[in-house]
């Protein structure tokens, strides 16, 4: 099954280079491309794209509002932020505005294209660079969290609970399987239940959620 993907950024030089690479994949297709925030919003829209990978720093409207937008607008894509070690802000941002994965710039292009198709399956997990620390101290800053300890967690069960730790620790589901001794299906299975339980977004909401539960220490 193909993924498609919308490039997000206002140096052409950067689509094109994310292009040609995602040329050369047998699962990987762009559908469009976009130069600024507003454009990336309306492109969504008509495109319906798997993933948008959306860069941050933009004239006129920034990669966090058109994230934002394109979550708002409910068309099922995910979003995944471009961004630099140095821009923590505009990360707290971006999850705030929703986005499902983090890749920054200077990672080898077929890293980000990795992270493109974990965006896509739905294991969003915090890309190299950004780390567990960002997602501790986000949780812990003031505004509009993207979760909050008010959620049902009475009726996760221990077994839930010890896999919510796990994702949290950024474990994949394979070493959450091993590490419990159950099957990587039941793994998955436990996972699901996790976002319909807590109305989590993707992976990414359920390891802020596991902070914010204080199944994981905020680390540094």
Same mark, same amino acid.
């Given at each position: ?14 689509? &094109?280079?994310?292009? #040609? /690479?995602?040329?050369?994949?047998? +699962?990987?297709? @762009?559908? *469009?491309?976009?130069?600024? !925030? $507003? ?37 099922? &894509?995910?979003?995944? #932020? /471009?961004?630099?070690?140095?821009? +923590?802000?505009? @990360?707290? *941002?971006?999850?705030?505005? !929703? $986005? ?121």
């Amino acid at each position: 099954m193909t993924v498609t993907v919308l490039l997000v950024d206002d140096q052409p030089l950067v689509r &094109s280079g994310l292009r #040609v /690479l995602i040329a050369d994949t047998d +699962d990987l297709e @762009v559908v *469009g491309e976009a130069g600024g !925030g $507003a454009e990336a919003v309306e492109r969504a829209a008509a495109l319906r794209p798997d993933v948008v990978v959306m860069d941050i720093r933009m004239p006129g409207m920034d990669g966090i509002e058109a994230t934002r937008r394109i979550m708002a607008a409910g068309t099922g &894509s995910r979003v995944l #932020v /471009l961004t630099t070690f140095d821009e +923590d802000e505009y @990360v707290y *941002g971006a999850l705030r505005a !929703g $986005a499902s994965g983090f890749a920054v710039k200077d990672m080898a292009l077929e890293d980000i294209l990795a992270a493109v198709r974990v965006v896509a399956a739905g294991d969003a997990l915090i890309a190299p660079g950004v780390t567990r620390r960002l997602i501790a101290d986000f949780v812990g800053r003031p505004g509009p969290a993207a979760a909050r300890t008010s959620r049902p967690v009475e009726a996760v069960t221990e077994r839930e609970r010890e896999v919510l730790t796990l994702v949290g620790l950024g474990r994949s589901n394979q070493e959450i399987a091993d590490e419990l001794f159950i099957s990587v299906a039941t793994t998955k299975s436990h996972v699901s239940r996790l976002f319909t339980k807590l109305d989590a977004r993707d992976r990414v909401h359920l390891v802020i959620l596991a902070y914010e539960l204080g199944l994981v220490a905020p680390s540094g």
